[in-house]
């Protein structure tokens, strides 16, 4: 029985989820050998035609051929997985979505004229069905090689639903938050990374986006009336890696409405 084909695209990205599928090194050579790796142009020259069982997905959509050619990636794969923030939730790039772009591109570029750019950075799902979605910036590769391994075995990949904060007390981290006053994103952030940032006492970053359900308007109330963070640096906690994620875009919203009814800036 032949062997199930993956394929690996790259659409508006830094390539770094591409790289810890790479950086897996021992993994990957063992995936090599469950499947035939038919695309990917981070690792070889050498492609195979479609279609392909299963497509792995980096990268935003920002330009007019981007979103053509995620049409054609969708038609040629059997299962579609999108990998990484700029995948799922439009990325650090999707920042743009809050800017004037003709505006940027003419700061940036000598000819803007020859630039051929869409006015939002976003999601793939938002152009294509998408059948899984991978968070992180990057992802874990254990997570990755989890999905992978999950479709070669039929069955629901098994991936955390709860929050960094439990992560944190599976790993006896004390919380950075209540110990030492430190902006923390954990209470409404997916887990995924094994709450890497509060260990070493810094707050989490939010790198892996939105938990299930997060009451994203209760913490940043309390790190606000508590902490004394002020909304401007409210709305840039949720403006990163996720920007675009509807629940930290709803709420970086909200802080800027509450600035703006006080009469602040919190652009």
């Known amino acids: 029985m032949s062997r199930p084909s993956l394929a690996v695209w790259k659409f508006a990205s830094c390539d770094g989820c591409q790289l810890s599928l790479l ?20 690792a070889t020259r050498e492609v195979a035609p479609g ?15 981007d979103a053509e050619r995620i049409r054609h990636v969708r038609s040629i794969s ?17 920042l743009r979505n809050l800017a004037d772009v003709e505006a940027y591109a003419s700061l940036v570029y000598g000819h803007p004229e ?3 750019t869409l006015a939002e950075s976003t ?11 991978l968070r992180g910036c990057p992802v874990e590769v254990p997570q990755l090689l989890e999905v992978v391994s999950a479709l070669l075995a039929g069955r629901k990949p098994v991936t955390p639903p709860h929050a960094v904060c439990l992560e944190c007390k599976l790993r006896g981290a004390v919380c950075v938050m209540v110990a030492n006053g430190t902006p923390c ?29 997060p009451n994203t308007a209760s913490l940043s109330d309390h790190l606000h009336d508590e ?19 509807p629940e930290f875009r709803a709420e970086a919203r909200r802080r800027e409405s509450i600035a703006a009814a006080r009469g602040e800036d919190a652009t």
């Open 227 to 245: 902490l004394g963070i002020c909304d401007d640096d409210l709305a840039r906690l949720l403006r990163t890696f996720n920007a675009d994620a």
């Open 123 to 133: 999601s793939i799902a938002q152009h294509v069905p998408v059948d899984f979605e």
């Open 51 to 65: 279609p392909y069982d299963v497509s792995l997905v980096e990268g935003s959509i920002t330009t007019p051929a």
């Open 78 to 94: 059997g299962t579609l997985i999108t990998i990484g923030a700029c995948a799922t939730a439009g990325g650090i790039q999707a």
């Open 185 to 213: 994103l954990g209470p409404i952030t997916q887990a995924g990374c094994g709450a890497r940032c509060p260990a070493f006492n810094r707050g989490c970053y939010g790198c892996f986006g939105p938990m299930e359900t």
């Open 23 to 42: 950086s897996a090194e021992d993994e990957l050579l063992t995936l090599a050998e469950e499947v035939h790796i038919a695309h990917f142009l981070e």
């Open 114 to 116: 020859y630039i051929s």
